[in-house]
């Protein structure tokens, strides 16, 4: 079997553990690392790199390095979860549990929620996340924004391509399509407007009433709802919302009511 290797490095206890598990695999298959080469199209470098422990390997080099051991599922299985293990160890994410989906709150922590599902699966590469969720639902560039928390996903379909593609098992993925469509999707949105309509009620009523306390509490921008192309402008952006905030400041209560009318319709 060739001459005897260093120890396993356990520097890093669970890259330790899946080097550990990569030659008890070799040895049990009683194959020399040129043998295993030949198997798994490997060179004999990378397969001795991988069970060193010093560096964590793909998880491609996993897979090849358990099947050409005549590993079957349940060893793959196993492997892969060292894996994931290791990798996050690696880059730190050991401890740290991801939230439950039913307790998040805000746009904010979701997207720090995902990619806390993103690390401790190993943190895969862009490709092999494309490879799992499949290219029409999930691309690199979307889930590159999302695991870079500069965005969400967009649809019900682009959530559930980010779950699979960090390994969440489908009977697992519900309470997070529900948080998601809960803070992102379009029920969100109803819900937000009907929020600020509320608000702008209330600041028409004190217009009406000269409750300057109420006045002084609700600002302009909060209440007024939104207009088709208002989306990120902290001004009046059409002739409605234009009458109505002039009105507002002169107190011109004949002017408000009539543009208040047209726009609560």
């Not at 290219?135 to 969400?152: D, F, G, H, P, V």
């Amino acid at each position: 079997m060739g001459r005897s290797e260093n120890p396993v490095d356990y520097s890093v206890p669970e890259r330790g553990h899946l080097a550990a598990q990569l030659r008890e695999s070799r040895l049990s298959a009683e194959l020399t690392y040129q043998q295993l080469s030949v198997r798994s199209g490997l060179s004999s470098a990378t397969l001795k790199r991988a069970a060193s422990g010093s560096k964590t390997p793909t998880e491609a080099t996993v897979v090849r390095y358990l099947k050409a051991c005549g590993g079957s599922g349940p060893e793959i299985a196993a492997g892969k979860v060292y894996w994931r293990r290791a990798r996050a160890a690696e880059r730190g994410f050991v401890g740290r549990s991801t939230p439950s989906a039913s307790l998040i709150g805000t746009q904010g922590e979701l997207s720090q929620a995902l990619v806390c599902l993103y690390q401790r699966d190993g943190a895969p590469s862009l490709r092999e996340m494309q490879r799992r969720a499949g290219k029409e639902w999930l691309a690199i560039s979307s889930a590159s924004r999302i695991i870079n928390r500069q965005a969400l996903p967009t649809t019900p379909a682009q959530m559930q391509a980010f779950l699979r593609a960090c390994s969440v098992p489908e009977k697992q993925q519900g309470p997070w399509l529900d948080t998601w469509s809960r803070l992102v999707g379009p029920g969100r949105f109803a819900v937000v407007r009907s929020e600020r309509l509320e608000k702008w009620r209330l600041l028409r009523n004190a217009v009406v009433h000269g409750d300057s306390q109420v006045l002084s509490e609700v600002t302009y921008s909060d209440s007024i709802p939104p207009r088709p192309g208002a989306a990120g402008r902290s001004g009046p952006s059409t002739m409605w919302d234009r009458l109505l905030y002039e009105s507002f400041v002169t107190l011109d209560y004949e002017v408000f009511g009539k543009v208040s009318a047209t726009l609560i319709r």
